[in-house]
């Protein structure tokens, strides 16, 4: 099956900084890919996603990448504000599965 | 934006009792629903499939009489912890993805943190 690998797992940024976060996955089949966050004591919010006819996707601060030669994806979030931190999940789902694989998680923390 | 409502937040009971959690689809029509369980500082670890109208799909190794999951409607999915003990205790999440496999995202509950006395 599907193996969804996330690095790193906690990141420290000073605000106003960008923050990068990395997945690779091992099937060639996945063709959608979902990014998460999730604050303390809540579920995962849907932030942005990306699918596989897609090599880039941007919204205001946030840009996701995906190579599908290399099988990584990449969360990007520039201009880092303090309401940022939480914990972020990839996520990559294989064609015709309605299954998704999630990766370790990244604890992001951006100092004021 | 989809919506995915959880109920109870959460939930403190004896241990012993069954308890039972609800995730709607406010917004939406879900064919197939989520559960996952979270430990402390962890991923999500899938639990089970729930199929609106057929059985659930449950992970290698979750017990299917200690979980059982319901699926009546297009809206609503729940999840019953039988006979709930102590190592039960944990974060349970539902998600719900729109009808069809069309790479739809799937959508989260604000989870029921649930603990056994």
């Known amino acids: 099956g599907e193996n969804v690998e996330q690095h790193p797992s906690t990141l420290s940024v000073q605000e106003g900084d960008s923050a990068v976060i990395k997945c690779t996955y091992s099937d060639s089949a996945s063709n959608y890919f979902p990014w998460y966050k999730q604050e303390l004591g809540k579920g995962p919010q849907l932030i942005i996603d990306?699918?596989?006819?897609?090599g880039e996707k941007k919204d205001q601060r946030i840009a996701v990448t995906l190579n599908k030669t290399a099988k990584h994806f990449s969360l990007h979030i520039t201009e880092t504000q303090p309401e940022d931190s939480a914990v972020y999940f990839c996520?990559?789902?294989?064609?015709?599965?309605?299954?998704?694989?999630f990766g370790s998680g990244t604890k992001l923390n951006v100092k004021p | 934006g989809a919506v995915v409502s959880q109920h109870p937040s959460r939930v403190i009971c004896k241990s012993g009792t069954s308890v039972k959690i609800e995730c709607r689809s406010l917004d939406f029509q879900a064919t197939t629903m989520f559960w996952y369980r979270q430990f402390p500082k962890q991923s999500l670890m899938l639990m089970a499939t729930?199929?609106?109208?057929?059985?659930?799909?449950?992970e290698q190794g979750v017990e299917k009489d200690k979980f059982l999951i319901n699926h009546a409607s297009l809206t609503l999915s729940t999840l019953t912890v039988t006979s709930a003990h102590p190592e039960d205790s944990s974060f349970y999440i539902c998600?719900?993805?729109?009808?069809?496999?069309?790479?739809?995202?799937?959508?989260f509950g604000d989870g029921t943190r649930l603990s056994i006395l």
């Open positions: 998600s719900a993805s729109r009808q069809g496999y069309s790479n739809q995202p799937q959508h």
């Open positions: 990306i699918r596989s006819n897609v």
């Open positions: 729930s199929n609106e109208g057929s059985k659930a799909t449950y």
């Open positions: 996520a990559a789902r294989v064609y015709n599965f309605n299954k998704f694989y």
